[in-house]
């Protein structure tokens, strides 16, 4: 759809804020005009700049108005998605509500049991659930009274950042109220055919320019339709830049009202208690058990054994069109160990668990994390190595010799270990312990 500027019937003036038409040659002109050759046209103020624009906005107004509507909508809607980096809040939604309500609570009773496993210390006659309703009751109340509500001068400030103020597009000042005006700056130009000339102070042959005082000369500037499709972006951008304040206001308290407060628990990256947690990337939960730092017997030297740091030990967690989906296992922070692949990256899966070996349940959930957990701190056994070609330290992981993971992460005796705080486990002989 083209502009007004687009709709001119060539070659008319645009000089200080007025458009100019060119009429039929005329002798004894004394006013503004142009001279070509030995002939002379006469110059007629056609209106300003400002009046045209505002012309072109009430013929248009429903078209604008509902351009308006859907820019802001469809901003609004990212900008709450970018908030959050959410693409489904309600699966994403029901994913955290189903591990805050029925995975932590079962892992948090599950790791009374397991204890010195996973390195936990909990006192107390709470169950599970008493302690995560005590929790969310907390957490919930805050959202309701602050977090649930986006700032109008936040969302403003956030969606104007990316809407760029027009400038002159040939430098100098901006002149006038017009939007084309601003485009145009100090240049007045002359519009003839498919091509844009500005008006220059040097005379160029035969075409000169009086208008008031001054004489100019033109020199090209570039095709119309190119000024044209300049100045339809920027049409484009102002009509945004009207939106924010014209309609955005119903939008972002339509957006307030339809997110509750445990939609915006969810949008968190993360939550924990004691040692138990999760954290979120994009859409994925990734539900994990903190296992103390731990030290594993060399299967080869029994005497040694190879320290570890603490480790989230996880399951990952999906929703999709309501169905919960359970995925492990996964090392959450980098770190050097034979059953990894790579050792400088985050959700680093477990070579030697399935993939898809995890039930959507809870149960089934809690159970690969204890299964995981199990996996890396105990699996380094001689089976282990003879699975992998040799029974020494150059059997290869990934085509890592355990002689350069243990070198990686040094060799401590039993009494070392035991003296710096480390966890023992898969210790199958117990020489060491004397």
Request: charged letters at 25%; glycine letters at 8%.
């Amino acid at each position: 759809m083209s502009t007004f500027f687009g709709r001119l019937p060539s070659p008319f003036f645009i000089v200080d804020e007025h458009i100019y038409d060119i009429r039929t040659p005329a002798r004894d002109v004394n006013g503004d005009h142009v001279r070509i050759g030995t002939c002379t046209f006469p110059l007629v103020a056609a209106g300003t700049l400002s009046n045209w624009e505002l012309f072109e906005e009430q013929i248009s107004r429903d078209a604008t108005f509902a351009f308006k509507k859907k820019y802001v909508a469809d901003a609004i809607a990212q900008e709450i998605r970018s908030r959050s980096e959410i693409k489904n809040l309600a699966d994403l939604t029901k994913a955290c509500t189903f591990i805050i309500h029925d995975v932590m609570p079962l892992m948090i009773d599950t790791a009374y049991e397991l204890g010195q496993l996973v390195g936990v210390e909990l006192n107390g006659p709470k169950t599970g659930k008493d302690v995560i309703d005590d929790i969310m009751k907390k957490e919930l109340a805050a959202l309701e009274t602050k977090d649930t509500k986006m700032s109008m001068d936040d969302v403003k400030k956030s969606i104007l950042a990316q809407l760029p103020a027009p400038k002159p597009l040939w430098g100098g000042k901006e002149l006038g109220s017009s939007l084309l005006g601003t485009l145009l700056g100090e240049t007045p130009v002359y519009v003839a055919h498919d091509d844009v000339y500005a008006l220059s102070k040097e005379k160029t042959g035969g075409f000169v320019v009086c208008l008031g005082k001054k004489k100019y000369g033109i020199a090209r500037k570039c095709f119309v339709q190119e000024l044209e499709a300049t100045y339809q972006k920027a049409l484009e951008t102002q009509h945004k830049w009207q939106a924010i304040d014209e309609v955005a206001q119903q939008h972002i308290d339509t957006a307030n009202k339809k997110q509750s407060a445990m939609e915006c628990f969810a949008g968190r990256k993360q939550f924990n208690y004691g040692n138990l947690g999760y954290l979120r990337e994009e859409e994925s939960f990734y539900v994990y058990w903190e296992v103390p730092k731990f030290c594993m017997q060399n299967p080869v030297h029994p005497k040694e054994y190879i320290p570890f740091p603490p480790t989230k030990v996880s399951v990952r967690v999906n929703v999709s069109d309501g169905a919960i989906y359970g995925e492990g296992a996964y090392i959450v922070d980098a770190m050097v160990h034979p059953f990894l692949q790579r050792w400088d990256g985050q959700y680093e899966h477990v070579c030697i668990l399935s993939r898809y070996a995890v039930n959507g349940t809870a149960d089934g959930i809690v159970r690969g994390i204890s299964t995981a957990i199990n996996a890396f701190t105990n699996g380094l056994t001689r089976e282990s190595l003879e699975a992998h070609g040799r029974t020494d330290e150059e059997s290869a992981y990934y085509g890592h010799s355990l002689r350069m993971i243990f070198e990686k992460n040094g060799r401590l005796s039993r009494q070392e270990a035991v003296a710096q705080g480390y966890l023992i486990t898969n210790e199958w002989v117990l020489e060491g312990k004397k």
